[in-house]
């Protein structure tokens, strides 16, 4: 049976607001000031010690903000850094929680002229904010950077992109493989759209609802995938789809921006794969069952890690896309070992 965390938790938790020039003039409407959750660890007023920062990239449809709450027969992440830090199994770190969230229900934390520039709002914003305002180690050897579902694509894609700002990343579950976790969903995403006239008729029709149901997770999942992916900003919202909205047929021109972005085609860039190298630490996982495919895409693309020779460390284990923030146990001790044993720089 699972257990409750019942301690309150040890360490502090203050929020910080940055207003980001990087998220300014989003064609959404989104605001460019975002809340920032900071857990500091027991000991944090009562020292000099600098600590690592652990960044929590939260997964579609959440936001950073959440991983603060009480959670039934589990834990909050300040409780679980709190554990681990206690039991020796990592040292003290400081969490970082930011509130991504989007009117299209989340992003993939990359550059969107639909949605905001995330990857400069993650990669200079914060750091930036962060090692003014706290004792912070300095640079890319004293950062990590993880996430579940969307978060752990934020977080390799981060990587792949920006080991000049990040030391080390944990992707659980990170979309990879988009010709198989995106696009058999397509005909889904019509039919939902059919019935309120097309993006705009179906958007108008969500936010004037009282509530969301689980019927639109996915058509939403997917404009905010093609808001991020390939924008548009004359479009509604910014979306534009990779397929004809009558007869689903894909357009490939359009259909090759997204995968432009797809790890297991990005994987295959040289300059792609020198980021990797310069990670002291790159962590992946997958439930052996998820519902979403995601263990597909984590095992084709650790084959192509292996044959490049890029270090990482791959897990899979028996469960399926849900409720397995049990994995960061694992993933972020691993993190702080790869970042206490890293050189400066």
Request: proline residues 7%; hydrophobic residues 40%; glycine residues 12%.
């Amino acid at each position: 049976m699972p257990t409750h965390n019942y301690a309150q938790p040890r360490g502090t938790t203050v929020t910080i607001e940055i207003d980001s020039p990087a998220l300014a003039a989003n064609v959404i409407g989104d605001p460019s000031s975002r809340a920032v959750a900071v857990y500091l660890p027991e000991g944090y007023d009562r020292g000099n010690e600098r600590y690592p920062i652990f960044v929590d990239l939260a997964g579609y449809s959440s936001s950073g903000l959440k991983r603060l709450g009480w959670t039934g027969f589990g834990e909050s992440m300040p409780q679980r850094l709190d554990r681990l830090i206690a039991s020796g199994a990592m040292g003290p770190v400081i969490g970082v929680f930011p509130d991504c969230f989007t009117a299209l229900g989340g992003n993939q934390y990359i550059n969107s002229s639909a949605l905001g520039q995330w990857e400069d709002f993650l990669a200079e914003d914060l750091p930036a904010r962060l090692e003014r305002e706290f004792r912070v180690k300095p640079g890319r050897a004293g950062r990590a950077l993880f996430g579940h579902s969307s978060g752990g694509y934020g977080a390799l894609v981060h990587g792949m992109r920006r080991a000049d700002v990040w030391g080390a990343v944990g992707c659980h579950a990170g979309d990879c493989n988009f010709d198989l976790v995106y696009r058999p969903d397509f005909p889904k995403l019509l039919t939902a759209l059919a019935r309120h006239g097309g993006i705009e008729g179906y958007l108008k029709a969500f936010a004037a609802s009282p509530k969301w149901g689980g019927g639109d997770h996915l058509p939403l999942m997917l404009l905010a995938m093609a808001a991020s992916y390939d924008p548009d900003p004359s479009a509604f919202m910014g979306v534009r789809l990779p397929v004809d909205p009558h007869t689903c047929e894909l357009d490939a021109e359009a259909w090759a921006r997204w995968l432009r972005w797809d790890p297991l085609r990005m994987v295959e860039a040289p300059e792609v794969q020198a980021n990797l190298r310069r990670l002291h630490g790159l962590f992946i996982d997958a439930g052996s069952r998820d519902q979403f495919l995601a263990h597909f895409g984590a095992r084709a693309l650790v084959r192509r890690l292996s044959a490049h020779g890029i270090p990482h460390v791959y897990e899979e284990f028996p469960d399926d896309h849900s409720n397995t923030s049990y994995r960061l146990d694992v993933s972020l001790p691993y993190l702080w070992r790869a970042l206490d044993g890293a050189g400066p720089g």
